[in-house]
T-cell receptor
Framework: AQSVTQLDSHVSVSEGTPVLLRCNYS??????LFWYVQHPNKGLQLLLKYTSAATLVKGINGFEAEFKKSETSFHLTKPSAHMSDAAEYFC????????????FGKGTHLIIQP | GAVVSQHPSRVICKSGTSVKIECRSLDFQATTMFWYRQFPKQSLMLMATSNEGSKATYEQGVEKDKFLINHASLTLSTLTVTSAHPEDSSFYIC???????????FGPGTRLTVL
């Protein structure tokens, strides 16, 4: 069994300030972890993925996430928020390296204040 | 690359009718596709896994006779919602497994409204 908990349903930051979206996971196996972003009226886009290689994963658009097994966390960060980052973000876990059906967190709505 | 399309993007139908949704991988072949459902302001829930040339595998609680899945080719999977009812109204999203078979690429989704 596997699950994902996104600790914040909404996060609001000012443009140019750091972003932190928190995610904790539970998995019976060595998990693969992903962050996806969903912009309004657009498909889900993969930001980054962790599949048991380096624990610090760099993704697109300046995002990165660090896998911490001891804390069962996979928080998403970005040093400086941009208005275009406003969207819904999903933390996702898979036991099959992404080849199995994915288990999604409930999502975090990121709001960027001008 | 790795583009997945869905058709239609929106559909409105009457209760009791059937609706077919198509999911296509446009620039890669996908032996495995997935169907998810997303309720308003909620997360995605996996409905079924679709493998080319074989029967789909449904998640617990998903009625296979209501949600018919066909994966007849390496680039096309279809989801047919049979005898649709208002409670079937939702956002249906497909994904296709590509990128070395460890990354799912998602379609833009289909908004189904059953009156």
């Amino acid at each position: 069994a596997q699950s994902v908990t996104q600790l914040d349903s909404h996060v609001s930051v000012s443009e140019g300030t750091p972003v932190l979206l928190r995610c904790n996971y539970s998995s019976s196996y060595s998990p693969s972890l992903f962050w996806y972003v969903q912009h309004p009226n657009k498909g889900l886009q993969l930001l980054l993925k962790y599949t048991s290689a380096a624990t610090l994963v760099k993704g697109i658009n300046g995002f990165e996430a660090e896998f911490k097994k001891s804390e069962t966390s996979f928080h998403l960060t970005k040093p400086s928020a941009h208005m275009s980052d406003a969207a819904e973000y999903f933390c996702v876990v898979s036991s099959g390296g992404g080849a199995d059906g994915l288990t999604f967190g409930k999502g975090t709505h990121l709001i960027i204040q001008p | 690359g790795a583009v997945v399309s869905q058709h239609p993007s929106r559909v409105i139908c009457k209760s009791g009718t059937s609706v077919k949704i198509e999911c296509r991988s446009l620039d890669f072949q996908a032996t495995t596709m997935f169907w998810y459902r997303q309720f308003p302001k909620q997360s995605l829930m996996l409905m079924a896994t679709s493998n080319e040339g074989s029967k789909a595998t449904y998640e617990q609680g998903v009625e296979k006779d209501k949600f018919l899945i066909n994966h007849a080719s390496l680039t096309l999977s279809t989801l047919t919602v049979t005898s649709a009812h208002p409670e079937d109204s939702s956002f249906y999203i497909c994904s296709a497994l590509g990128g070395g078979a460890d990354t799912q690429y998602f379609g833009p989704g289909t908004r189904l409204t059953v009156l």
